[in-house]
């Protein structure tokens, strides 16, 4: 797995993780793995279509991913 940042700064808004304010995975590829760690409000932001670079990945990748991981 290739991580674009540490859990220590979201890579959207590029505050620090505070308490109350952890940050997530959030899945940029999933084949290659490549993730990165954002606050849950930057999170629905990207899902939001407002950062189109952070998803490089097709539908049905995340299903195909989890259950490649439950076998």
Not at 15 to 36: M, N, R, S
Not at 59 to 66: L, N
């Given at each position: 797995?290739?991580?674009?940042?540490?859990?220590?700064?979201c890579?959207?808004?590029?505050?620090?993780?505070?308490?109350?304010?952890?940050?997530?995975k959030?899945?940029?590829?999933?084949?290659?793995?490549?993730?990165?760690?954002?606050?849950?409000?930057?999170?629905?932001?990207?899902?939001?279509?407002?950062?189109?670079?952070?998803?490089?990945?097709?539908?049905?990748?995340?299903?195909k991913?989890?259950?490649?991981?439950?076998?």
């Amino acid at each position: 797995m290739m991580k674009m940042n540490s859990r220590e700064k979201c890579i959207v808004c590029f505050k620090e993780a505070t308490d109350g304010y952890e940050l997530i995975k959030h899945h940029i590829q999933y084949f290659p793995e490549v993730v990165c760690y954002v606050h849950y409000k930057c999170h629905e932001e990207i899902h939001a279509g407002k950062r189109p670079e952070l998803i490089q990945y097709q539908e049905g990748d995340s299903r195909k991913f989890h259950n490649d991981k439950k076998e």
